[in-house]
């Protein structure tokens, strides 16, 4: 209904728009005439009355004498054409006798009226269109955003890595707002303004269609220039707004990392990195800006070349009284004073709105290349899939398994090789090996956070894969390096994943996890205090011990730890490893882990080196055999 809305009013603008410039004739060959409505219609009926009677004797005559039909066709010709002045005349004689006043100066003060109301009423129909086109325009960019975040959440977690944080953000906030700003233009002036230009043409057209059609003679070579300008702009726009995605990822990475730049004196090498940034930021939209200003002179250009053809060839057939132009016939009958002006007006009333649709064409070009740019990964279907029949996910769970699990990001750079793990119900597993060998990713693989590229992982003998995503994670508590916390309260941050429980079910697991006293003693509201941006209001060992208190509240049958102690104080690393010791009994756990305070956790530890794993057993098996074990727990022993 929206966009019926925008048509009708824009329709409608058109109409008015027209009729107020059509007032022209009457102000031309009624009032400056010194004539009164009534008296020049009776006028014209008497002149084109005698002039049906002069075109049907002569056409007698020459019927009589056996003329040319040829000369005979073209006076018929006239006749119709005078006979349709004629008849329409007839017509509305009656109702400006009724309705129109006889004093010349009185018909004036009637035409500005008419003139006026129509301009109200078109101001109120602009008003209705633009108010529709927002609606329309924010109702649109609501769902698209809905629709890109919806689309973006359901993407692997490996697709996070290759699409950087600031280039999303980009395309959220500046490729958005170009793209509002080209749906706006596109239903706004992109549908009223033609229109506008279509009435004016069409009253041209009353006047004399063959004169117009001289006049509009250049419009495709206006139109060759115009679409290579299209393009240039549209590329422009999309390396500005590449650069755009730049100085997103500058900003975020110097104020993410705030406390290295302070820390190393760096701020002056990141003012230069975001001013180079911006620099040529500002070199991509000053390309723009030099096509968008070829638009203008351009559209102008055309148009006043239009008015000025039709200036020339319309004065020539009014002041030489011809009906023909170059052997063409333009016109049955010489044009009258008032009716050249009228199609001057209306040329000059066509071309208002080609000179504004020349903004509207630069608009729909950025947004062309910022719809481009958002659908690019808007249209993406996730490589990790529900599939279309999901299986239930076993309530109990008897083992977890890699059956011959690979998996690479590229071809020639193997993740993981040839991976048989078998992980039973209620064991406590430690994965441990240099940096990069593939720990977190085998980790992630339980979560289907990634899928193999080759084997299968496997819960009580089924396949992940056959599970809905939302039900499998369910089911399992994830603590990370880093503990990944909101800007919204304590109590909010504990409840995330888990808004079904209540307040009273957060100060449970805050106990559980050893947080209780912090949050209730030290932290100035309590569980309501709103912890900053990632949590920074709050201390490391602070910040994981909420994390912890998350997981336990899920009350998940396997629980993944992910250097879950690495970067706590030792007095926050003991009440962590106390939490643990006492909440995974019973459950299934998959710790990944360099230190060797945790191992103690653990059943069994699972060495694993490039890809692989080169051994399983419990920490003093390993220390009899494993030499890449004992290594690291030497350098572990070293750094404690």
């Known amino acids: 209904m929206t966009l019926v809305g925008i048509v009708v009013c824009s329709l409608l ?31 014209q009926i008497d002149a084109y009355q005698s002039q049906v009677d002069t075109l049907e004797d002569e056409i007698s005559q020459l019927s009589q004498s056996g003329t040319a039909s040829g000369q005979i066709q073209t006076l018929e010709s006239k006749l119709e054409a005078t006979s349709n002045s004629l008849a329409w005349r007839q017509k509305v004689q009656p109702v400006i006798h009724d309705f129109m006043p006889t004093d010349p100066f009185q018909t004036m003060i009637a035409v500005v009226v008419f003139m006026l109301c129509g301009t109200v009423i078109k101001g109120t129909l602009l008003m209705a269109n633009m108010i529709l086109v927002e609606r329309f325009t924010q109702q649109s960019m609501f769902s698209l955003r809905n629709q890109f975040y919806r689309n973006t959440l359901q993407m692997e977690l490996a697709s996070f890595g290759n699409d950087r944080t600031s280039g999303l953000m980009s395309r959220f906030t500046n490729d958005m707002n170009q793209l509002r700003m080209g749906v706006n233009s596109l239903l706004g002036k992109t549908v009223r303004e033609p229109l506008k230009m279509a009435a004016c043409l069409v009253g041209a057209a009353l006047i004399s269609w063959q004169l117009l059609l001289f006049c509009l003679v250049i419009t495709p070579i206006a139109g060759i220039a115009i679409s290579a300008l299209a393009k240039a702009i549209k590329r422009a726009s999309k390396r500005a707004m590449e650069e755009m995605s730049n100085l997103y990822k500058v900003l975020s990475e110097s104020f993410g990392n705030i406390e290295v730049v302070k820390g190393y004196t760096m701020e002056e090498h990141e003012q230069k990195r975001f001013h180079e940034t911006a620099e040529e930021y500002y070199h991509k939209s000053m390309r723009i800006a030099f096509f968008n200003s070829l638009s203008r002179p351009t559209t ?29 016939e333009m016109t049955p009958s010489p044009l009258g004073f008032g ?3 009228t199609f001057f007006a209306m040329l000059v009333g066509a071309s208002d709105p080609l000179r504004k649709l020349a903004d509207v064409f630069n608009s729909i070009q950025r947004s062309t290349a910022a719809a481009d740019r958002i659908f690019e990964l808007a249209d993406r279907q996730p490589a990790v899939k529900d599939p279309e029949d999901p299986i239930e996910v ?6 977890i398994e890699f059956r011959n699990v690979s998996f690479h990001y590229h071809e020639d750079n193997l993740v993981l090789q040839d991976i048989n793990l078998r992980l039973n119900a209620g064991e406590t597993v430690a994965l441990v090996g240099p940096n990069g060998c593939g720990k977190s990713t085998l980790a992630r693989m339980i979560t289907r956070f990634q899928d193999p590229t080759v084997g299968s992982v496997l819960v009580n003998g089924i396949d ?29 941050n504990i409840l995330y994943g888990s808004k079904q429980v209540g307040a009273a079910a957060a100060v449970a697991a805050a106990k559980q996890a050893k947080a209780h006293q912090f949050i209730s003693e030290k932290l100035p509201e309590g569980y309501d205090t709103v912890v900053g941006e990632g949590g920074n209001k709050l201390s490391g060992g602070q910040r994981q011990r909420i994390a912890l208190a998350r997981a336990i509240l899920r009350d998940p049958k396997v629980m993944i730890l992910d250097e879950a102690t690495s970067q706590v104080d030792l007095e926050s690393e003991q009440v962590i490893h106390q939490v643990l010791r006492e909440f995974l009994v019973g459950r299934t756990a998959v710790m990944i882990t360099h230190r060797l305070s945790t191992l103690d956790l653990a059943d069994r530890v699972i060495v694993m080196d490039k890809g692989r794993i080169v051994d399983d057993g419990t920490h003093d098996e390993l220390m009899s055999r494993c030499a890449i074990y004992q290594r690291m727990t030497s350098a572990g022993r070293a750094a404690g």
């Open 394 to 399: 076993p309530e109990s769970l008897e083992h």
């Open 300 to 328: 102008e250009i055309l148009g006043m070349t239009i008015v000025g053809l039709g200036m020339l060839s319309g004065g020539y057939l009014v002041l030489r009284q011809q009906t023909h132009l170059f052997g063409i």
């Open 13 to 43: 603008v058109a109409v008015f728009w027209s009729i107020n410039i059509g007032t022209v004739y009457p102000l031309v060959e009624v009032v400056f005439q010194g004539k009164s409505a009534p008296e020049w219609v009776d006028e």
């Open 464 to 492: 992940v894969r056959e599970f809905k995503q939302q039900d499998l994670r369910s089911g399992m508590g994830l603590v990370t390096q880093k503990a990944l916390l909101f800007d919204q309260t304590v109590c909010d």
């Open 339 to 341: 009716e050249i002006m």
